[in-house]
């Protein structure tokens, strides 16, 4: 058996017990809820500022928010409106007029990424948000205890991670036609089953521990027992998985979009913009430069924030946090960091 | 950092707390084998990939020297077309891709056409028509033969023609008005008797209708061809590429002058273009012409060259549709496009075209001026209609993924300017067939139509553009009657001129394929070289 | 033993499910091949006959009993439009992708593995991050863009280190092996570094992760260096996860090929299966798409499976969890 997971249990059962007890006797009923939300609302400040205090973390925050500030931007602006085509001035090289230059239709290429931003946004959204849910829904019936629930499931995961993402997008583009709905649902059925089968066996260690065999004999229901036992085992795994999807699920816009079944045609998305620049490489190699460029650096931002985030939001990594919480009474790794 | 650290702090503290016990201790050393394993298994993999590369690279150097020396003996020349056919059967598959590379090449015609689209001797050296124009009669030449040996005669000539009437093969349909097909072996000759005359069935034989098969021979119609052209097909490879022989057996004047042509396929620009400038083919048909740029820069060693060609860019409005069917809304649309910049943006070559009827078909005519861009026009008759800017006409444009999505672009963005909110669809070319061909539930449509002598789609109503004129049809009809050539044309130009004023689609442009080839590249065709593609002239001179 | 049994039970079944879950989805497709194959200007008639000719006009079930028992026998069917057999037609298409896919995992391996390894072992704060970042880079590039990228760097024709073929597939296949391996090169290293990345990442992990554990802490109480215990006795605890990797990574680059092989102009499997859904050729589709989902789900099991053999801890889990059942 591995310690580390023996551990983590360990850590995690003596944290609801003492929070428990806590609640019930030491303390009166309205400082302690006073303290937990004192605790929840400076829990992500911290988080953030341990981020802030790394270079990585830095930078993929940065990045975060000067992709979220020109998403906003382009809703009310953008230098040139993306309907303004000019025939006459098409793969223009950038010049004071068109900083990126412009594209096959004359349009402006750097209009074109701001409002692509907000595209891109919304679909590593959608689809992070789905991914998780599926996910989460199929590790729960994978370390189910009814063995027939739970084998079905492994056998079902085992055959739908092998339908690739661009296949599934494929045939859901023939009823959907190309559209942002193929990209989230492709993506977060496949991100959700890859999400459930790496988390799976982590998940399954923490199911059937003598921790949690105790938790059911002490009356723990299976809901409880998931969220309190398996979820914080899984996720550190899960966050940087997630993390790493919303990272994929960017450049499946671009690998699907320029298969002609992911964002439509007329609407703005970085994808879009490398597609339609791919055919003329040779010509004009500079276009296709900004759009790539713009997703290697948003994807190396999701990931370098999956990790920072993991790192900080890690009680186990992360000191401040520690401090944190056991002033605020619940206390999740002091054990853990006092007995060494 | 601080962070981190602590998180080491915290492993080695685990370090130092863990027991030395000596049982662990054993337990601890027994994975040894394991690791070493797993080194061995990367240095594997080390080792196999730096093989790979060595093997490459040597492989390269052969591959080059082999290349070099099939060049120095001009007996082959590799030609870059786009668009592939997924089988040889052209009785029975649809596609201009598969006309383009068997007719004249691999399988003849009664008769052909030239590069300017007129009717000339093929299988048949000449041919008369009786006055009332519904007996026609074809003098065959003599010794024709096959590929595979076989005797070319009229019997093969009229049951080809029987057959595809019979079994209802591709493009049957225009010879409906064929009343029989007659041999006479004897005479060489083979009549072919019509119920109504038709000033179209000359051009109509040029293609598939008139394509003469072996009545004996059996093979596989979808990887084979057996026929009696220049060419035979030695190898196909579906979607990729096809390699044409010299015919040994060749009967005729068109004597292939090099012996082996490889035609690749080339579905992606940039590949092309790339094919091209590395040598791995010699002519590239068609160029993306704004990809051309760098080949027209280097005239030393490439020309480029764009021909004529039939390929009309019609923007088909549903003129049965609920908002299209207004006359003002299609008229407006007409106005409101930028015909000189649309073509511009594509790099120039391109004609304007104002009416149904290209310059190489009969009954063309220029009526560029009865729409001229005038968006003041066009905004006037929006509003006559009932629409602004601020009240806009939402209306979808659906095509096929293969025109890309620039055109969509540009007419959503010239449209707007009138008060036109369009809805761009760029789907596969089947759901294409499906929702707007067959179904017909479509407001803006765009296609290639590159067929030549397809006027009769202004003539049938049930045609997908849903366009009923009866003037049109009546015109058209007398125009198919006509046994003369130039009343026919006049006929034609006055229907085309009617269509156009009744604006029941846009034509944006009149496509002009580019071309571009190496130097030392002789006799390849340049007008029409999309549908029609004579091969036996082509020679090829390393420079 | 029971579990291997169950798990190859279980697999016939989704096989099944897999056919029919297939052949539904395909049926729901508007447009068929025949419209195809008539084309612009044919008249209705012409396509009903067409269809009729190609035994679209039976009904479902009778057109699946066809299919299912056809496979059974091991016979794929044959294309509608290239008259080819699907399998034959596979097989071509195979003799590129897995080529490309195989030869793009070694060099992911080759890189991921020993980077990750070093990245795990490094110990200079500055030298972690410089390996992390490298790792990140690498894994955050767009298939498409970081081809784009090597054609504009090295290929014949548009690079500017002319050596490499840019695109297409050599004419004579493998019977010229040099040429045909040079058109996989650059493919490959772009698959190659996209997927290595990723590798190295869960190298990393994986070997931190057991890095803290027991066996780690205890080889090192017995007097291995840190490195010696990482390599020795952390890889082998990582074994297994990196294993399951490996797989799941093979099962995915079929996606990410499909992007490299159209850029590229590659007829390998994906560019293929992108062609036949476009034509409607849905004898060979189904035929294809049931062949992938076979493969993979054998893929699976055999990851499934060597996992358990390679972790102990899981197959004691595993044991637990029958036991249980």
Same mark, same amino acid.
């Given at each position: 058996?591995?310690?580390?997971?023996?551990?983590?249990?360990?850590?995690?059962?003596?944290?609801?017990?003492?929070?428990?007890?806590?609640?019930?006797?030491?303390?009166?009923?309205?400082?302690?809820?006073?303290?937990?939300?004192?605790?929840?609302?400076?829990?992500?400040?911290?988080?953030?500022?341990?981020?802030?205090?790394?270079?990585?973390?830095? #930078?993929?925050?940065?990045?975060?928010?000067?992709?979220?500030?020109?998403?906003?931007?382009?809703?009310?602006?953008?230098?040139?409106?993306?309907?303004?085509?000019?025939?006459?001035?098409?793969?223009?090289?950038?010049?004071?007029?068109?900083?990126?230059?412009?594209?096959?239709?004359?349009?402006?290429?750097?209009?074109?990424?701001?409002?692509?931003?907000?595209?891109?946004?919304?679909?590593?959204?959608?689809?992070?948000?789905?991914?998780?849910? %599926?996910?989460?829904?199929?590790?729960?019936?994978?370390?189910?205890?009814?063995?027939? !629930?739970?084998?079905?499931?492994?056998?079902?995961?085992?055959?739908?991670?092998?339908?690739?993402?661009?296949?599934?997008?494929?045939?859901?583009?023939?009823?959907?036609?190309?559209?942002?709905?193929?990209?989230?649902?492709?993506?977060? #059925?496949?991100?959700?089953?890859?999400?459930?089968?790496?988390?799976?066996?982590?998940?399954?260690?923490?199911?059937?521990?003598?921790?949690?065999?105790?938790?059911?004999?002490?009356?723990?229901?299976?809901?409880?027992? %998931?969220?309190?036992?398996?979820?914080?085992?899984?996720?550190?795994?899960?966050?940087?998985?997630?993390?790493?999807?919303?990272?994929?699920?960017?450049?499946?816009?671009?690998?699907?979009?320029? !298969?002609?079944?992911?964002?439509?045609?007329?609407?703005?998305?970085?994808?879009?913009?490398?597609?339609?620049?791919?055919? %003329?490489?040779?010509?004009?190699?500079?276009?296709?430069?900004?759009?790539?460029?713009?997703?290697?650096?948003?994807?190396?931002?999701?990931?370098?924030?999956?990790?920072?985030?993991?790192?900080?939001?890690?009680?186990?990594?992360?000191?401040?946090?520690?401090?944190?919480?056991?002033?605020?009474?619940?206390?999740?790794?002091?054990?853990?960091?006092?007995?060494? | 950092?601080?962070?981190?650290?602590?998180?080491?702090?915290?492993?080695?503290?685990?370090?130092?707390?863990?027991?030395?016990?000596?049982?662990?201790?054993?337990?601890?050393?027994?994975?040894?084998?394991?690791?070493?394993?797993?080194?061995?298994?990367?240095?594997?993999?080390?080792?196999?990939?730096?093989?790979?590369?060595?093997?490459?690279?040597?492989?390269?150097?052969?591959?080059?020297?082999?290349?070099?020396?099939?060049?120095?003996?001009?007996?082959?020349?590799?030609?870059?077309?786009?668009?592939?056919?997924?089988?040889?059967?052209?009785?029975?598959?649809?596609?201009?891709?598969?006309?383009?590379?068997?007719?004249?090449?691999?399988?003849?015609?009664?008769?052909?056409?030239?590069?300017?689209?007129?009717?000339?001797?093929?299988?048949?050296?000449?041919?008369?028509?009786?006055?009332?124009?519904?007996?026609?009669?074809?003098?065959?030449?003599?010794?024709?033969?096959?590929?595979?040996?076989?005797?070319?005669?009229?019997?093969?000539?009229?049951?080809?023609?029987?057959?595809?009437?019979?079994?209802?093969?591709?493009?049957?349909?225009?010879?409906?008005?064929?009343?029989?097909?007659?041999?006479?072996?004897?005479?060489?000759?083979?009549?072919?008797?019509?119920?109504?005359?038709?000033?179209?069935?000359?051009?109509?034989?040029?293609?598939?209708?008139?394509?003469?098969?072996?009545?004996?021979?059996?093979?596989?119609?979808?990887?084979?061809?057996?026929?009696?052209?220049?060419?035979?097909?030695?190898?196909?490879?579906?979607?990729?590429?096809?390699?044409?022989?010299?015919?040994?057996?060749?009967?005729?004047?068109?004597?292939?002058?090099?012996?082996?042509?490889?035609?690749?396929?080339?579905?992606?620009?940039?590949?092309? +273009?790339?094919?091209?400038?590395?040598?791995?083919?010699?002519?590239?048909?068609?160029?993306?012409?704004?990809?051309? &740029?760098?080949?027209?820069?280097?005239?030393?060693?490439?020309?480029?060259?764009?021909?004529?060609?039939?390929?009309?860019?019609?923007?088909?409005?549903?003129?049965?549709?609920?908002?299209?069917?207004?006359?003002?809304?299609?008229?407006?649309?007409?106005?409101?496009?930028?015909?000189?910049?649309?073509?511009?943006?594509?790099?120039?070559?391109?004609?304007?075209?104002?009416?149904?009827?290209?310059?190489?078909?009969?009954?063309? &005519?220029?009526?560029?001026?009865?729409?001229?861009?005038?968006?003041?026009?066009?905004?006037?008759?929006?509003?006559?209609?009932?629409?602004?800017?601020?009240?806009?006409?939402?209306?979808?444009?659906?095509?096929?993924?293969?025109?890309?999505?620039?055109?969509?672009?540009?007419?959503?963005?010239?449209?707007?300017?009138?008060?036109?909110?369009?809805?761009?669809? +760029?789907?596969?070319?089947?759901?294409?067939?499906?929702?707007?061909?067959?179904?017909?539930?479509?407001?803006?449509?765009?296609?290639?139509?590159?067929?030549?002598?397809?006027?009769?789609?202004?003539?049938?109503?049930?045609?997908?553009?849903?366009?009923?004129?009866?003037?049109?049809?009546?015109?058209?009809?007398?125009?198919?009657?006509?046994?003369?050539?130039?009343?026919?044309?006049?006929?034609?130009?006055?229907?085309?001129?009617?269509?156009?004023?009744?604006?029941?689609?846009?034509?944006?442009?009149?496509?002009?394929?580019?071309?571009?080839? +190496?130097?030392?590249?002789?006799?390849?065709?340049?007008?029409?070289?999309?549908?029609?593609?004579?091969?036996?002239?082509?020679?090829?001179?390393?420079? | 033993?029971?579990?291997?049994?169950?798990?190859?039970?279980?697999?016939?079944?989704?096989?099944?499910?897999?056919?029919?879950?297939?052949?539904?989805?395909?049926?729901?497709?508007?447009?068929?091949?025949?419209?195809?194959?008539?084309?612009?200007?044919? *008249?209705?008639?012409?396509?009903?006959?067409?269809?009729?000719?190609?035994?679209?006009?039976?009904?479902?079930?009778?057109?699946?009993?066809?299919?299912?028992?056809?496979?059974?026998?091991?016979?794929?069917?044959?294309?509608?439009?290239?008259?080819?057999?699907?399998?034959?037609?596979?097989?071509?298409?195979?003799?590129?992708?897995?080529?490309?896919?195989?030869?793009?995992?070694?060099?992911?391996?080759?890189?991921?593995?020993?980077?990750?390894?070093?990245?795990?072992?490094?110990?200079? *704060?500055?030298?972690?991050?410089?390996?992390?970042?490298?790792?990140?880079?690498?894994?955050?590039?767009?298939?498409?863009?970081?081809?784009?990228?090597?054609?504009?760097?090295?290929?014949?024709?548009?690079?500017?280190?002319?050596?490499?073929?840019?695109?297409?597939?050599?004419?004579?296949?493998?019977?010229?092996?040099?040429?045909?391996?040079?058109?996989?090169?650059?493919?490959?290293?772009?698959?190659?570094?996209?997927?290595?990345?990723?590798?190295?990442?869960?190298?990393?992990?994986?070997?931190?992760?057991?890095?803290?554990?027991?066996?780690?802490?205890?080889?090192?109480?017995?007097?291995?260096?840190?490195?010696?215990?990482?390599?020795?006795?952390?890889?082998?605890?990582?074994?297994?996860?990196?294993?399951?990797?490996?797989?799941?990574?093979?099962?995915?680059?079929?996606?990410?090929?499909?992007?490299?092989?159209?850029?590229?102009?590659?007829?390998?499997?994906?560019?293929?299966?992108?062609?036949?859904?476009?034509?409607?050729?849905?004898?060979?589709?189904?035929?294809?798409?049931?062949?992938?989902?076979?493969?993979?789900?054998?893929?699976?099991?055999?990851?499934?499976?060597?996992?358990?053999?390679?972790?102990?801890?899981?197959?004691?889990?595993?044991?637990?969890?029958?036991?249980?059942?």
């Amino acid at each position: 058996m591995s310690n580390m997971t023996e551990t983590s249990n360990t850590t995690d059962t003596t944290t609801t017990l003492t929070e428990r007890n806590e609640r019930k006797n030491e303390l009166p009923r309205n400082a302690a809820e006073v303290t937990t939300t004192a605790t929840r609302r400076r829990k992500p400040l911290i988080v953030v500022r341990s981020m802030w205090s790394h270079t990585e973390g830095r #930078f993929a925050l940065i990045v975060m928010a000067v992709w979220l500030a020109v998403s906003l931007i382009s809703l009310i602006w953008t230098p040139y409106s993306l309907l303004a085509t000019d025939g006459y001035h098409v793969w223009a090289k950038p010049s004071a007029a068109h900083i990126l230059g412009t594209d096959g239709t004359g349009a402006d290429v750097l209009s074109w990424l701001m409002a692509g931003s907000r595209t891109n946004l919304l679909i590593v959204i959608l689809t992070i948000a789905c991914a998780a849910a %599926f996910g989460l829904l199929l590790v729960a019936a994978m370390v189910s205890r009814h063995s027939a !629930l739970a084998g079905a499931s492994v056998v079902a995961v085992d055959a739908l991670i092998s339908i690739p993402t661009v296949l599934l997008a494929l045939i859901l583009a023939v009823p959907l036609g190309a559209s942002i709905m193929v990209i989230v649902v492709a993506c977060g #059925f496949g991100y959700g089953l890859n999400l459930a089968r790496v988390a799976r066996p982590q998940a399954l260690l923490a199911a059937r521990s003598a921790y949690v065999e105790a938790a059911l004999w002490s009356g723990a229901s299976s809901l409880r027992v %998931f969220v309190g036992h398996v979820l914080p085992n899984i996720m550190p795994v899960m966050l940087v998985q997630l993390s790493l999807s919303a990272g994929t699920a960017v450049l499946a816009e671009s690998g699907l979009t320029y !298969l002609g079944i992911g964002v439509p045609s007329g609407v703005p998305s970085w994808g879009h913009s490398l597609a339609t620049s791919v055919k %003329f490489i040779n010509v004009y190699p500079l276009t296709v430069l900004w759009p790539g460029l713009i997703v290697t650096v948003v994807v190396i931002a999701l990931n370098l924030l999956g990790d920072a985030l993991g790192d900080a939001a890690d009680p186990l990594a992360n000191t401040q946090l520690r401090v944190v919480s056991k002033r605020a009474g619940t206390n999740p790794a002091g054990d853990k960091g006092s007995a060494a | 950092m601080s962070e981190h650290t602590g998180a080491y702090d915290n492993t080695d503290a685990t370090t130092t707390s863990a027991s030395t016990d000596a049982s662990l201790e054993s337990r601890a050393k027994t994975p040894q084998r394991g690791p070493k394993r797993w080194l061995w298994v990367i240095i594997a993999a080390i080792v196999v990939i730096g093989i790979v590369i060595a093997l490459a690279i040597t492989g390269r150097k052969g591959s080059d020297t082999n290349t070099a020396s099939t060049n120095n003996a001009d007996s082959t020349v590799t030609i870059g077309l786009k668009l592939a056919p997924t089988n040889l059967d052209i009785r029975n598959t649809a596609g201009s891709a598969i006309d383009q590379i068997l007719i004249g090449n691999v399988y003849e015609g009664l008769v052909a056409r030239d590069e300017n689209n007129q009717v000339v001797p093929a299988i048949a050296k000449s041919w008369e028509h009786s006055a009332d124009g519904l007996t026609y009669t074809f003098h065959l030449n003599e010794n024709m033969t096959f590929s595979n040996g076989d005797k070319l005669t009229a019997e093969d000539v009229a049951w080809s023609i029987n057959q595809l009437i019979k079994n209802q093969y591709h493009d049957a349909d225009s010879l409906n008005m064929v009343k029989s097909v007659a041999a006479d072996d004897d005479a060489n000759t083979v009549t072919i008797t019509l119920n109504t005359a038709n000033s179209n069935l000359l051009w109509t034989l040029t293609g598939r209708p008139g394509l003469v098969f072996d009545k004996d021979a059996k093979y596989d119609a979808k990887t084979e061809a057996i026929g009696s052209g220049p060419y035979t097909v030695a190898k196909f490879v579906a979607n990729d590429s096809i390699t044409l022989k010299a015919n040994a057996n060749y009967w005729g004047s068109h004597k292939a002058k090099t012996a082996t042509i490889i035609v690749r396929y080339l579905a992606d620009d940039n590949a092309a +273009v790339n094919a091209l400038k590395s040598g791995d083919v010699q002519v590239l048909a068609p160029i993306t012409e704004n990809l051309a &740029e760098p080949f027209t820069a280097d005239s030393a060693h490439y020309t480029v060259k764009a021909g004529d060609d039939t390929d009309k860019y019609v923007l088909a409005f549903n003129n049965a549709g609920e908002k299209t069917s207004d006359k003002r809304v299609r008229q407006a649309i007409r106005y409101a496009i930028n015909h000189k910049e649309l073509i511009a943006s594509r790099g120039g070559s391109d004609k304007a075209l104002g009416g149904p009827i290209p310059s190489l078909d009969p009954g063309y &005519e220029d009526l560029t001026n009865l729409y001229p861009y005038d968006l003041d026009k066009a905004k006037a008759l929006m509003a006559q209609a009932g629409y602004s800017e601020d009240k806009p006409l939402q209306l979808s444009l659906t095509y096929a993924n293969i025109y890309g999505t620039e055109l969509g672009d540009q007419l959503r963005s010239q449209l707007q300017k009138i008060g036109i909110d369009l809805k761009v669809n +760029v789907v596969e070319f089947s759901t294409w067939l499906q929702d707007v061909y067959t179904n017909k539930d479509y407001d803006l449509s765009l296609v290639d139509h590159n067929e030549s002598h397809d006027f009769y789609q202004w003539a049938d109503p049930t045609y997908y553009y849903g366009y009923d004129n009866k003037d049109v049809q009546d015109l058209y009809a007398k125009a198919i009657a006509a046994t003369s050539d130039e009343e026919r044309d006049q006929l034609l130009a006055q229907a085309a001129k009617v269509v156009s004023e009744d604006a029941p689609a846009d034509w944006l442009f009149n496509y002009r394929v580019t071309t571009a080839w +190496v130097k030392g590249v002789n006799g390849f065709p340049v007008n029409l070289n999309q549908t029609l593609l004579p091969l036996y002239n082509v020679t090829y001179t390393k420079q | 033993m029971r579990f291997v049994i169950r798990r190859l039970a279980l697999f016939a079944v989704a096989l099944f499910g897999i056919s029919l879950v297939v052949f539904v989805a395909l049926r729901i497709l508007p447009g068929d091949v025949a419209s195809i194959m008539a084309g612009l200007n044919s *008249p209705p008639e012409r396509v009903a006959a067409l269809r009729e000719q190609l035994g679209l006009n039976r009904s479902l079930p009778a057109q699946y009993a066809d299919w299912v028992s056809a496979l059974c026998h091991g016979d794929f069917g044959t294309s509608v439009l290239t008259g080819r057999s699907v399998g034959a037609q596979v097989g071509a298409r195979a003799q590129v992708t897995f080529p490309l896919i195989t030869l793009g995992l070694l060099i992911a391996m080759a890189l991921g593995i020993p980077l990750g390894c070093a990245a795990a072992l490094a110990r200079k *704060p500055a030298v972690r991050a410089a390996f992390h970042v490298v790792a990140i880079i690498g894994g955050s590039v767009p298939a498409l863009w970081g081809g784009l990228l090597m054609i504009l760097l090295f290929s014949r024709g548009s690079g500017l280190i002319a050596v490499f073929p840019s695109q297409g597939f050599p004419q004579a296949g493998w019977s010229d092996p040099g040429a045909a391996m040079m058109s996989l090169i650059l493919p490959a290293c772009t698959v190659g570094i996209i997927v290595g990345a990723g590798l190295m990442r869960y190298t990393r992990a994986a070997l931190a992760q057991t890095a803290q554990s027991d066996a780690v802490a205890m080889a090192m109480a017995c007097g291995m260096t840190r490195t010696q215990a990482i390599l020795r006795v952390g890889l082998r605890l990582a074994t297994a996860q990196l294993v399951s990797v490996i797989g799941l990574t093979f099962a995915e680059m079929i996606t990410g090929v499909m992007v490299i092989e159209n850029l590229f102009a590659l007829p390998g499997i994906g560019a293929g299966l992108i062609t036949d859904v476009g034509n409607r050729d849905l004898i060979a589709v189904q035929s294809e798409l049931f062949m992938l989902a076979a493969f993979f789900l054998a893929i699976g099991l055999i990851v499934d499976l060597l996992h358990r053999v390679l972790d102990p801890r899981l197959q004691s889990a595993g044991d637990n969890a029958e036991v249980n059942a």
